[in-house]
């Protein structure tokens, strides 16, 4: 469903769970991120965030947060995964 849909929230978080349960942390980190961004899914973001850093994926990473910051209240699980961040890299 994802060639003929790749912006339903239904196969976005199917193939977001189907990347979790196979450890592919990768694609899970993108499916979260395409997921949040799609619903306005904070808990999704926060994961790709989380996954991105913990892959050394700079970029994505940074994306991410500068979106949640942005967009979203932060709460400690947020300043926890910048930390988690400018401890790798330095300032966001």
């Not at 592919?24 to 991105?52: C, M, P, T, W």
Request: a positive charge; proline letters at 3%.
């Amino acid at each position: 469903s994802f060639k003929y849909f790749p912006y339903e929230p239904t196969t976005l978080f199917g193939l977001q769970r189907l990347y979790r349960n196979l450890n592919n942390a990768e694609k899970y980190a993108h499916f979260s991120y395409r997921l949040g961004l799609r619903i306005h899914d904070i808990y999704s973001l926060k994961q790709a965030a989380y996954v991105y850093t913990r892959l050394n994926d700079k970029a994505n990473a940074k994306r991410v947060l500068n979106i949640i910051f942005k967009g979203y209240p932060v709460d400690n699980e947020t300043l926890q995964i910048k930390e988690m961040y400018t401890q790798k890299y330095g300032k966001l």
